[in-house]
Every structure is written in structure tokens, then in C-alpha cells.
Nanobody, 114 residues
Framework: QVDVLESGGGFVQPGASLSLSCKVS????????LAWYRQAPGKQRELVAT???????TYAAFVEDRFTIFRHNGKKTLTLRMNNLRPEDTGVYYC????????WGQGTQVTVSS
């Protein structure tokens, strides 16, 4: 059973934009505070952004107003819109709850390089 399915990654040049999507197949999607995480090569997985049930959002300091997280409760999807991408944004991006209490998906690879 796959609880999360991330998509939308790709290979882009610095300054480009990408929109990541995650389908979350849990029954209580709308009751969970959700998050995007990322893992760069050789580094620990880190939190990128969160969105509460009421839509309140938080972002890691490195985001610097470049990313926006959305949720669609009816479709059980989570989106991360990323603008002005930098090489240091390269990594595998994952979605989960803020407690990381559902099975991790395969993630979606984002590579930013000139």
C-alpha cells in the first residue's frame, strides 16, 4: 500500500520554477498538519515547509520566500511551488505529516544545475 506519491521533480537551470505534487492516501488527510521535506546527497532529510489543517504555513529559513505550500483537502493533495531555484535546492523531495508518521514514499528528484 502506497500512502504518498510524489511527482513533479525534474532537471532545471538555476532561476527556474517547479511545482511538486503529492497524493496522500490516508483517510484523515484533512486532520493532519502536512509537510514537505528534502534530502540532499550525503545529507540528512530536512524540513522544507509545513501547512496546518487551517492553512497556516511555515517555511525553513533557506526558503527565503521562494516556495509556497498548498493543500487541497478534497483531492488529498499537497503541492510545493518552487521559484528561483538554486543549485543547493537539489535533492529528493518528500511529503509526509509533520510527525512523519506515515510511510515515506519514493520522493521526487529535483536537480538544479547549469
Amino acid at each position: 500500500q502506497v500512502d504518498v506519491l510524489e511527482s513533479g521533480g525534474g532537471f532545471v537551470q538555476p532561476g527556474a520554477s517547479l511545482s511538486l505534487s503529492c497524493k496522500v492516501s490516508i483517510t484523515d488527510f484533512d486532520l493532519n498538519r502536512l509537510a514537505w521535506y528534502r534530502q540532499a546527497p550525503g545529507k540528512q532529510r530536512e524540513l522544507v515547509a509545513t501547512i496546518a489543517t487551517g492553512g497556516q504555513t511555515t517555511y525553513a529559513a533557506f526558503v527565503e520566500d521562494r516556495f509556497t505550500i498548498f493543500r487541497h483537502n478534497g483531492k488529498k493533495t499537497l503541492t510545493l511551488r518552487m521559484n528561483n531555484l538554486r543549485p543547493e535546492d537539489t535533492g529528493v523531495y518528500y511529503c509526509n505529516t509533520v510527525l512523519a508518521d506515515i510511510s515515506w514514499g519514493q520522493g521526487t528528484q529535483v536537480t538544479v544545475s547549469s
